[in-house]
């Protein structure tokens, strides 16, 4: 069991990459705390962990609220006594070249995307700091690295997750706190599949162009981001601080 008894956070674990994360930490021996805006898919992923005989507790929270986060963090602390991992994963897309972007949707991608990782990090990482011990991981994107058509927004943020992801680090060193991030490339995942279909007119031409990016032929699968936000969950990575981690069938590198 890489990851026995250690109690993990994953925001926006109702679906995706944070579902699977989640189903894969639990039978890594994890208590696994599901956030999610959405309740019904929350409740879901836990019910999935408690019939494969896993730990999991769901706990309703908009990682935009100060409030709700603050609620959420006093929560755990206050039944579990520690977080030892956050994952900070929740996450919206956004569409459009920056001309056709409105300020309010503008504005959402930010908060989700940016502000939903500052104020679970705010709230949590004090108690990281007074046991000398803990383990971030921010969900960033090769977005990040490389441009992508009509994804300014997506991509601004989660360029500034990675900028965020090494502040971070350096502040929070001292501490035995780390922080890495997480550079998937195309995951299917109802997030991508709604991308797709809201984006494009043909969406399986769309989807054959992100392909052509990527230097393997096939697509990444949530279980792919799982098992390498395993690794940076777990102990064996403990010499990696600040680092950029890539799951991207090398569409980053290619
Ligand atoms: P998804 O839509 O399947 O899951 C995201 C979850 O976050 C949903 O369950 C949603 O309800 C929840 N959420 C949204 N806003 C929230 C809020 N304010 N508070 C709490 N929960 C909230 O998406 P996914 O593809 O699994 O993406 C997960 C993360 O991975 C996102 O940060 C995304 O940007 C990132 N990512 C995804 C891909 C991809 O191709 N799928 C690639 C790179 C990065």
Not at 77 to 95: H, P, R, T
Not at 153 to 164: E, N, P, Q
Not at 191 to 201: A, M, R
Request: charged letters at 20%.
């Amino acid at each position: 069991m890489r990851l026995a008894n250690k109690i993990i956070l994953i925001t926006g674990s109702g679906s995706g990459i944070g579902k699977s994360s989640a189903l894969l930490f639990a039978r890594e021996g994890a208590t696994v705390i599901v956030n999610d805006l959405d309740e019904a898919k929350g409740l879901e992923t836990v019910n999935d962990i408690h019939a494969s005989g896993g730990k999991g507790h769901f706990i309703h929270a908009d990682v935009t609220n100060p409030e709700s986060v603050l609620q959420m963090v006093n929560q755990i602390i206050e039944k579990y006594g520690q977080i030892d991992v956050l994952f900070n994963n929740a996450g919206i897309s956004g569409v459009g070249a920056l001309h056709e972007i409105e300020p309010d949707a503008w504005d959402r991608v930010i908060q989700v995307n940016i502000r939903g990782v500052y104020l679970p990090s705010k709230y949590v990482v004090p108690h990281m700091m007074e046991r000398k011990s803990g383990n971030i991981i921010n969900m960033s994107s090769c977005v990040a690295e490389i441009g992508l058509a009509r994804r300014a927004s997506y991509s601004a943020t989660k360029g500034a997750v990675l900028a965020l992801t090494k502040s971070m680090q350096v502040d929070y060193a001292e501490y035995n706190i780390r922080v890495n991030a997480l550079l998937p490339g195309t995951i299917l995942t109802p997030f991508v599949e709604n991308f797709l279909k809201t984006s494009y007119d043909d969406p399986a031409t769309a989807l054959a162009s992100i392909k052509k990016r990527q230097l393997s032929e096939e697509l990444g699968s949530p279980e792919d981001v799982a098992q390498a936000a395993l690794f940076l969950a777990s102990d064996e990575s403990k010499f990696m601080m600040g680092s950029p981690l890539y799951i991207d069938g090398g569409a980053t590198f290619g």
